[in-house]
């Protein structure tokens, strides 16, 4: 069996303290697959619920985590003819990316700008792929709406936050937990226009004061339960509102019908990672086309820019799965293989 290094969960689930480089068998590219060798890997929120096993992974993913990455193409499975070895590209994965090599679907993949660094790469497909989809496919987002975005500070609010911008939203009022979070979702190119600190103030309040009491036409939510009735009271007649997670819990109490009833709201729910591979290459055709133009690196001037809160070698994953975990992050967390 040939091996490769990738970071591994001992007893197969529990705390961060059980993530570790081990050596497991390599990957084959089959039809329609090439094999990557990985850069750098992006972390997210789900790799931890799946770390601690409260996740469940697609079937015929692989159990290694990661659903995002950059890397050079070293082998093509059968059929392959569109890719070349050596092109450099990054994609989304039901899972694996944790590792120095992973098999992908050709249709998951894009090729990497020149300009791109690994990092930025890798810090793209998964939090922009989330919020197109939240905010476009699903929010139907128009010149003009007002949006509300919960964790604005996330690497999926970070990207919706511009995304909204760059389609001409009137207003995006964007939640996190602490002022300095907010200070920045203010002051980042094409950042939030409003806040408002979840702990301390009424979110509802605050947009329909920012709207003439309209409220806001989009919600982003990956609060859930605690979130859910201030959500509905945010809406405006018309709005629509993506449920991504639920962090605070998923059972809402003493649910009221009536204002989603009278006020035509649309909800929808939605996870990335459960998608279809047809699916899946069917919105990254679409974000290829009608996003991925628009965003640039850090240091760039576009609509969108990537914005990485901290790279970490992945000598040091337990530290990047901590950060995330104490909600310390403002932008995404990177992890690059090192030798």
Do not use: C
């Not at 793209?124 to 929010?139: D, H, M, R, S």
């Amino acid at each position: 069996m040939v091996t490769m290094r990738a970071v591994l969960i001992k007893d197969g689930k529990g705390p961060i303290e059980n993530l570790y480089i081990g050596e497991t068998e390599k990957p084959v590219p089959h039809q329609g697959q090439v094999l990557v060798q990985v850069k750098a890997f992006g972390v997210n929120r789900m790799d931890l619920y799946q770390r601690e096993g409260g996740y469940p992974v697609p079937p015929g993913a692989s159990t290694i985590m990661g659903v995002e990455f950059s890397g050079t193409v070293v082998e093509l499975g059968q059929g392959v003819t569109d890719w070349k070895l050596g092109e450099e590209v990054f994609g989304l994965a039901g899972g694996g990316a944790y590792a120095e090599f992973i098999n992908s679907d050709v249709q998951l993949l894009m090729r990497k700008p020149s300009w791109m660094s690994w990092e930025e790469a890798a810090s793209i497909p998964e939090n922009y792929l989330t919020a197109y989809q939240a905010l476009v496919k699903y929010g139907e987002v128009e010149k003009g709406d007002n949006v509300l975005i919960h964790a604005g500070a996330s690497g999926v609010g970070v990207a919706a936050i511009q995304m909204a911008r760059s389609y001409g939203s009137k207003t995006v009022t964007a939640t996190a937990s602490t002022k300095e979070k907010l200070d920045w979702l203010l002051s980042i190119s094409n950042g939030a226009t409003h806040v408002a600190n979840y702990k301390t103030q009424d979110f509802a309040a605050e947009v329909k004061r920012t709207t003439d009491g309209k409220g806001v036409n989009v919600v982003i939510d990956f609060v859930g339960q605690s979130h859910w009735a201030k959500n509905i009271d945010s809406l405006a007649v018309d709005g629509r509102m993506t449920i991504l997670a639920t962090l605070s819990g998923s059972e809402v109490p003493s649910m009221d019908l009536r204002p989603i009833l009278y006020k035509r709201l649309r909800i929808q729910g939605s996870t990335l990672r459960s998608r279809s591979p047809e699916y899946q290459a069917e919105l990254i055709a679409s974000f290829q086309q009608r996003i991925l133009p628009k965003i640039t690196g850090e240091k760039g001037d576009g609509d969108m820019r990537t914005f990485i809160h901290r790279i970490y070698p992945w000598t040091e994953i337990q530290k990047a799965h901590r950060e995330m975990a104490e909600n310390n992050n403002s932008g995404k967390i990177i992890v690059e293989i090192t030798p």
